[in-house]
């Protein structure tokens, strides 16, 4: 019998990513999403009866992984209280429900492995994006608690943390080659990162060659989130 996984926001874009890499690694994918179109199963996250609803249809699952998200871009004197609620409703909110309702079989189990997907934005002060930031710090945070309360029970929680990631999410930002081109050259490997990649580095943290990795967080960016430096200039540069 396949094992199986459950992949939050799997309709697009990163999740999407997610759901192709971990069923070409056989596992049987149960795509969540609030667009229940293509394959997916209608589901908001932010809603607690409709995860547990399908949590009970699904049964047991042997991986789970969040990366339904959104953001509202916005200066924070101009965010409603509304927009700043809502964001925190789907990225910690969503991955909290999710977790206590497809976590409880893993404890059944003794086994199973939550991969949160956040973000560098988590660590990264990050301009006029309202509680996004705050949202994905809020979830490296239950990541980790979630890592130490359910480790003694057999069940690892790692975070995922994507940099700078054209997806139909972000393609607003990066439509335009310009852009696409600044940004790239930005990141200390010259190049903005694929779906493909964050799907990779969350099937590792699936498998058995993570077993002995609980509570980290992975961050996948190229290493933008350790330039800060490059933005100084040195004594050479001034001649
Ligand atoms: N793309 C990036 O550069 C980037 C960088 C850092 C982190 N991330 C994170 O990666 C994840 C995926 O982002 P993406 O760029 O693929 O975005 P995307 O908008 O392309 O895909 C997100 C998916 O989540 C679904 N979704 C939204 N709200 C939902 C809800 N309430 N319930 C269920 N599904 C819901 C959407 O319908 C969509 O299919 C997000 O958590 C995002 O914060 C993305």
Same mark, same amino acid.
């Given at each position: 019998m396949s094992l199986k996984a459950v992949v939050t926001g799997g309709a697009r874009g990163i999740g999407l990513a997610i759901s192709e890499r971990l069923a070409k690694a056989s596992y049987e994918v149960l795509a969540l999403d609030i667009d229940g179109s293509d394959n997916t199963i209608p589901c908001d996250v932010s809603d607690e009866k409709a995860v547990a609803a399908v949590a009970a249809k699904i049964g047991p699952v042997d991986v789970?992984?969040?990366? /339904?998200? =959104?953001?509202?871009? #916005?200066?924070?004197?101009? !965010?409603?209280?509304d927009d700043f609620a809502h964001v925190l409703d789907v990225n910690l909110k969503g991955a909290f429900n999710t977790i206590k309702?497809? #976590?409880?079989?893993?404890l059944v189990k003794g086994k199973g492995s939550i991969v949160n997907i956040v973000s560098i934005a988590a660590k990264q002060a990050n301009p006029a994006v309202g509680s996004y930031g705050p949202s994905k710090a809020a979830l490296v945070s239950l990541t980790e608690q979630v890592a130490i309360e359910w480790g003694p029970r057999g069940v690892?929680?790692? #975070?995922?943390?994507? #940099?700078?990631?054209? %997806?139909?999410? !972000?393609?607003?930002?990066? @439509? %335009?080659? /310009?852009?696409?081109?600044?940004r790239a050259k930005a990141v200390p490997l010259q190049r903005l990162g694929s779906p493909n990649d964050i799907a990779e580095a969350v099937y590792?943290? %699936?498998?058995?060659?993570?077993?002995?990795?609980?509570?980290? =967080?992975?961050?996948? @960016?190229?290493?933008?989130?350790?330039?800060?430096?490059?933005l100084l200039p040195r004594p050479d540069d001034l001649g």
């Open positions: 789970l992984v969040n990366s /339904a998200g =959104i953001w509202k871009f #916005g200066p924070i004197e101009s !965010t409603t209280i309702h497809f #976590g409880s079989g893993m690892r929680c790692n #975070g995922v943390g994507p #940099g700078l990631i054209p %997806t139909p999410g !972000t393609n607003n930002v990066y @439509d %335009t080659e /310009a852009m696409r081109e600044i590792f943290l %699936t498998s058995e060659q993570s077993a002995y990795i609980n509570g980290h =967080i992975l961050y996948v @960016d190229g290493g933008l989130s350790k330039a800060l430096m490059t």
